[in-house]
């Protein structure tokens, strides 16, 4: 089902802050919430300033001590509450993401299964955080506990409303830590609704808490000092600035920023399932996924590839098959990626540009567009556009192909597409990213595997999700206790 085709009405929440388990509309500067379909305003959202952020942090603190001192799997009850209503309401929480950010009905209910399978993890922690505990000498034990790092926030991007807060707070919650969302000002509607069902689930008041606005808001997180740790997801801009002011007050930060994802395609790689994949990478979302492919090394014979893939672009139409792109500007700054490609001597395969979708002349779509002959040294093969635009660059050999990769500031993620092993395992081990793929357009690690990048795709040790989130959101307490009577046996007086 696409936009154009939804028929059942939707409810628009207000973006309010949730406070210590209370709705509110702070006074002060609001801005418009559109709908990318058609450029409707469908809401209004708050950019709080730090009075707010200060209120939300108190709330916090004070249910921090009674949510830390409840065991772990009691805690995860609540939890298991909450995937069930997230699986229960996918149709409307589906709904609200296509309304606030555009993608298309079958993208926003694999963002919410997404959320449930995120859920499902945070479910299985007790599981996964038993301690450590050793006899080290004759009758002294060495064990570590974990212990929740306090106060927490999380601050995240547009493109994915529902799923980006389930990355944190799922986990962060379950591990006994108190929580401020700072959702984007683009889309905050879902994260109402994700405090609703958290309530309906059982969480305590003020365990969970959202402030919504923009810079000045992320600011007063970074600078409030009872705010303990910061994860961020977006922009590789924003994410130095919130690294480097969060650790300058001491705070723990893992910060996710933006990417350029190269897919590798071999002369050898399955014609079909190759062009297929990856112009669902490139075109999924409407391209705005920090894990979308957006540069394709065509490397030696690979044209009967790319042709192929022309014909499954043209099969496309967007306002059905690709949702809009967030806002106007987000469009004017993509086309105009394209037409200086063009100008640079770059040649247009298929041309997204200036697309109307009939009913929704406002709406912000681009067609899917691919580009070819682009060299390395052009913008567009060097800076995140975040759009459905793929430009090909052609390299004779793998190495070569390589070594355009490594030069790129990011590194989220890289394919290959080959059906030779040796091929295959050189990329994974030779790509400069963090998550590397064969034979897959999209390789997003599934829970319980950590998601994150590396270079300028993310500042900070250790991933947002799975495992390694579980460091990130507690701290270790080294207890070493003697139970023997007997004076000098070991050397642990
Ligand atoms: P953005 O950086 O503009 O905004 C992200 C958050 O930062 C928002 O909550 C916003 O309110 C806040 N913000 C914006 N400007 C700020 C400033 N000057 N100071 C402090 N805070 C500020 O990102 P976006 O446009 O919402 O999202 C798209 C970007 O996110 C892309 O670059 C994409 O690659 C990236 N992204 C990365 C990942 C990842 O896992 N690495 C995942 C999703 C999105």
Redesign the pocket.
Known sequence: MSVVERTAPIRYPAALNFIGGSFSDPAGEHLDVTNPADGSVISRVPLSTESEVDKAAAAAKKAFPAWAATPIKERVQVFFRYKTLLEKNIDELAALVTEENGKIDSEARAEVLKSAELTEFACSLPQLTAGEILEVSRGVECRVERFPVGVVAS??????PNM?PNWTLPNALALGNCMIL?????VPLSAVRIAELLREAGLPDGVFNIVN???Q???AICDHPDIEAIT????????K??YRRGTASLKRVLA????KNHLFVMPDAEPEMTSSNVVASMSGCAG???MAASVMMAVGKSDHIIERMVEVIRGMVPGTHIGPV?SREAKQRIEKYIGEAERAGAKILVDGRNYVVPGRENGYYIGPTLIDHVTPDMRIAQE?V?GPVMVIIRAKNIDEALEVQSKSRYG?AASVFTESGGIARHVMETASAGMVGVNVGVPVPREPFG???WNE??FGAGD?TGRSSIDFWTKPKKMTTKWNREAGTNWMS
Request: aromatic share 12%; net charge positive.
């Open positions: 601050i995240t991007p547009f493109n994915f980006v700072k959702p984007s000002e683009l606005g923009g810079q808001t992320v600011e961020f997801v977006g922009s590789t801009r924003v994410a600035i919130v996710l920023g933006g990417a705005q996924r920090c967030i995140e975040f989220n998601f994150g990048g795709s993310k947002i």
